[in-house]
DNA sequence: CTTAAATGTAACAAAGACAGTTACAACAAA
DNA sequence: TTTGTTGTAACTGTCTTTGTTACATTTAAG
């Protein structure tokens, strides 16, 4: 069990907007050629990221933009917007454990606070990661590339 | 998508050893009432936490004990046994960006110290919290629960 | 040595998430 | 009015999870 590939797919979209803004319209034609994926995929998540207040959509002419600065945007606020978890839960409790045992009628009680201090310590490193951030590391590693075709 | 009640379970599992190991012989039936699950899902998991060499299951005989010290088991101990996450990969990266793009080619390697920072900051947590401190949680609500009984 | 009670495991089913795909109505700009 | 695009429904295949039945294997005890 893994967290979505909607995630990665959201940053990869964001970076992509950032760079492309200027040279071309950013339709989910264009993303889903860079992400490698049906367009409609891409359209999905767009929704939720419009949902979210992240990007704008333009309807009928098509294009695509970021709606906040890059450095408001957290990779938790991404997270959220792509719905990885149910309820925000990360840990699947299971349903019913016995009542009539008495560590059947407390475990769920027990465990919450310790589960929730795991999840809030992603969350919290979730959150001080910016679209700005993986932006930026992007370049860095495009502008290698660049620079080592340079040398060669 | 959550992370499996395998874990839950796993640790209710332990709680349930710990409690019940002198008064009752800890069978896959015996777990199975008070997780309220079928007992084939029990041993599943029994067979995963053997294998990490957290437990010892009796075969023929019947019966399971914790192989450890309750402080020397970490939640982390227990994720890792009952593959929770594929390749202890927590987040699940879109596999085939298109080497076309600019984006498309770096963005995994831009990604990754990122996403594995994220990840560490959990299992960081999940390393700092032992069986023993979810069994001392476990029995203070099993005493709270007899001093209000008692009170009524 | 037989029996009873467990475990280990295969096999299959049901349900749900995820991702891929086709199709098309709605929309907006040229 | 045409063209390109978005939003979304519908259906599919695959995979994971969990539930379940069944049974061979193992061990201890009588």
């Not at 938790?76 to 699947?92: G, M, P, R, S, T």
């Not at 009539?100 to 490193?125: F, K, S, T, Y």
Request: hydrophobic share 40%; aromatic share 8%.
């Amino acid at each position: 069990m893994q967290i979505s590939s909607r995630f990665t797919i959201a940053i990869h979209i964001f970076a992509c907007i950032d760079t492309f803004k200027n040279d071309y319209k950013i339709t989910s034609d264009f993303l889903a050629s860079s992400v490698n994926v049906n367009p409609v995929v891409i359209r999905r998540l767009l929704t939720q990221l419009k949902t979210a207040g992240l990007i704008t959509v333009a309807r009928g002419s098509g294009g695509t933009s970021i709606a906040k600065p890059l450095d408001k945007i957290s990779f938790y606020d991404i997270y959220l917007a792509v719905e990885c978890v149910e309820d925000n839960q990360l840990f699947h409790f299971h349903d019913n454990p016995s009542t009539l045992c008495p560590v059947g009628r407390n475990i769920h009680n027990a465990l919450d606070e310790r589960l929730e201090r795991i999840q809030a310590a992603m969350e919290h490193e979730m959150k001080n990661i910016t679209v700005k951030d993986a932006i930026e590391d992007t370049k860095r590693f495009i502008a290698m590339e660049n620079s080592s075709a340079i040398k060669k």
